[in-house]
């Protein structure tokens, strides 16, 4: 078998297989920091609301419910069967948007809706119709077809008639969380699901209408191997979905308690994970997809791709989007938003989620607001991970720098990228190389000032 993958050989790809952030933000969560109240937070709101073409608003709701454990999983979860502990979430939740929409010029158009989990679809049609028309009572939802709304599905809790009636709430984009098709790797998760099932369930929403369809994969699970992955990958492709979101498994068991029920024996081994990816990445290409970035494949005429295309491609706290100029408000616990240049997270536990909305107070528990520095290196890490090279002239006219001078440290550090074939450089721009995209991240990490000081770097997963 050919070692290599865009010209890339197994030894490189091993030389940069290091823990390192995913970029969905820069600074990135860890620097984050405790703060007292949500002054910060309202003054960056303010200053949005003033803009003279304010931005859309995105809307990320957190669902922590789940009624089985997942042990590859490293979400902010909740394990019961007790639904009616939604029903107290739910309370909570609406004082939470009411609490937010009241910051926000009512006329600010609501063009995107991510439910994440958890499980969103733990909750059942009432609760998601409760939740939905309390987002349309305190907030302007776009309804045209533009509009993108999604959520995020587990195969076993829902139906066709289900699928019907999400379409119906307004989600136009779903996606069905499939790991890996093999019943014995299934099993070793701790999540097994039919085939049959989810396949019916793939028709049953493009027959519904829903515009984009994707499913989730992880490849490095345990038992997994060449052989059994490409037949998972085989009847992927059979059912074509429109963007196929492929991630690999980080195994953190000092971090994730539920990471300890996997046995470590059955994991496989950093050359066979390797051979994973240039699997998973070979056979994707192959089947008709465009590699967009990092761990998201999707069809030629698909959105994602269109907007790579366009340079419009957008990176934030749901992987790749097509929705760059928006305000993103993070809803629900643990919840993550982004509002011009200051990040917020929410209270972690439910517990001091709900004490703060018992106080009539929105529950941000940290925060961070980016500096000139910041804002630049952001823009920086934005043009590698979202199109694959930095133009040194326009970084340096849009933030009033020498961008030779300011990166000096940086351009040097790149020599060994270059010289390993990633990427190339000039007097215009850096330039990945097809092997370089698989090392996006490791590029990144060049330009990250905060990276030596984030308090939790030896937690990031491994970059290959």
């Known amino acids: 078998m050919d070692d290599s993958l865009y010209g890339l050989s197994g030894p490189l790809l091993k030389k940069y297989d290091r823990p390192g952030p995913r970029y969905t933000s820069y600074p990135t969560a860890p620097c984050f920091r405790p703060v007292a109240g949500a002054e910060r937070y309202r003054h960056a709101v303010e200053h949005s609301n003033g803009d003279l073409l304010p931005r859309p608003l995105s809307l990320y709701l957190h669902i922590p419910f789940c009624e089985k454990l997942c042990y590859y999983c490293a979400c902010n979860k909740i394990i019961t069967h007790d639904h009616q502990k939604a029903d107290i979430y739910l309370r909570y939740l609406e004082r939470e948007i009411k609490l937010q929409a009241e910051l926000f010029d009512p006329d600010r158009l609501v063009s995107q809706i991510h439910l994440g989990g958890g499980t969103p679809t733990f909750l059942d049609d009432h609760q998601l119709t409760r939740l939905m028309d309390t987002l349309a009572r305190h907030f302007r939802l776009d309804i045209s077809p533009a509009r993108d709304f999604s959520l995020e599905v587990d195969p076993r809790t829902v139906t066709e008639e289900r699928l019907e009636w999400f379409q119906a709430l307004g989600f136009n984009r779903i996606s069905f969380g499939v790991q890996d098709f093999d019943p014995a790797v299934q099993r070793a998760v701790n999540r097994e699901q039919s085939e049959a099932a989810i396949g019916d369930l793939v028709r049953s929403a493009r027959q519904a209408g829903f515009r984009s369809i994707n499913l989730d994969l992880i490849y490095g699970l345990p038992l997994q191997t060449h052989e059994s992955f490409a037949v998972t990958l085989e009847k992927v492709l059979a059912l074509r979905p429109d963007r196929v979101a492929a991630y690999g498994y980080a195994h953190l068991p000092g971090r994730f308690r539920s990471q300890r029920l996997i046995r470590t024996s059955d994991l496989p081994g950093a050359d066979d994970k390797l051979d994973l990816l240039r699997q998973l990445v070979k056979r994707l290409r192959a089947g008709g997809y465009r590699y967009i970035g990092m761990d998201h494949f999707a ?123 990633l990427i190339r450089c000039n007097e215009h721009g850096l330039y990945l190389r097809p092997g370089g995209r698989l090392v996006m991240r490791n590029l990144a990490m060049v330009f990250d000032a905060h990276l030596g000081n984030a308090r939790e770097t030896r937690h990031f997963s491994r970059t290959v």
């Open 299 to 421: 069809l030629p005429d698909d959105e994602l791709s269109r907007a790579l295309d366009d340079g419009l491609l957008h990176r934030n706290f749901q992987g790749y989007s097509t929705h760059a100029r928006c305000d993103l408000l993070g809803l629900g616990v643990s919840a993550i938003g982004n509002i011009g240049d200051h990040y917020c997270q929410n209270e972690k536990s439910l517990k001091t989620y709900y004490r703060a909305l018992d106080q009539d107070r929105l529950p941000i528990a940290l925060g961070y607001t980016r500096s000139a520095d910041d804002r630049l290196r952001h823009d920086v890490i934005q043009q590698l991970m979202c199109l694959g090279c930095v133009d040194f002239e326009g970084t340096s006219r849009r933030h009033g720098i020498d961008f030779f001078h300011y990166f000096q440290t940086e351009l040097e550090a790149l020599s060994t990228f270059v010289e390993d074939g």
